[in-house]
């Protein structure tokens, strides 16, 4: 593999001229087809460039054709780029709720969600957008429940990104109607995924556990 060639001094989004956190921002290379390939893991030889994590500033990227300047390369971005990386983001938060779970850090029912986020042994909760809301109120008590008994009272992050359905596609049988991500390294890296993805859909979260803030309601 070879080392790419562009550091941290060149993060700057293409579009907004912005510098900023590699976690901020997502890198795009030119393909061996001339395509525009996403490189979510930076790791990709060649020239890269950098836009906002932000679905709206993608297309932007894409509308202006500013990725084979950037690229220096004959390099074509289609229509379609924005929701592929929407896929890659989804994919890559469906992986790391498999490892999680695996590693006794991503739990599903909503009697255990509810436990552990009593218990503050959960980081985030997640439910299916589909889900019945009375479950929904149910542990949206428990966070508020459990955040008076922190020194900050802030309620741990409540996602809602994929349909039930979705969820099967992602994760086949262990698609969920609520999940709960717990303490750990898998747990935090499940938490991390949900917040870029949820903030590339348009969203944005501030200030609470691991960057994240106070759900959208």
Known sequence: MGKKDDGVNDRMCIVTRESGDADDL??????????????????????????????????????RKLFARALRADAKAG??????????????????????????????GSTKVDQAVRSLAALAVFHATDAAEDGVRKIDQARKAASFLTEDETQIPSFRLFSE???????????????????????EGVVKRAIMLEKYRGGARVGAHGGAGQPNQ
């Open 26 to 63: 997502i890198r795009f290379v030119a393909g061996p087809d001339g395509s525009v390939v996403p490189d979510l893991k930076r790791e990709l030889p060649g020239r890269g460039c950098w836009v906002k994590a932000e679905r709206a500033i993608v297309d932007k990227a894409v509308a």
């Open 79 to 108: 229509p379609e780029l924005g929701a592929d990386v929407d896929r890659l983001l989804a994919a890559q938060l469906g992986g790391m709720m498999n490892m999680a779970r695996k590693a006794g850090q991503f739990i599903t």
């Open 165 to 187: 359905g979705e969820l099967e596609g992602l994760l086949g049988q262990n698609a969920f109607i609520h999940a709960a991500a717990l303490a750990g390294q898998a747990g």
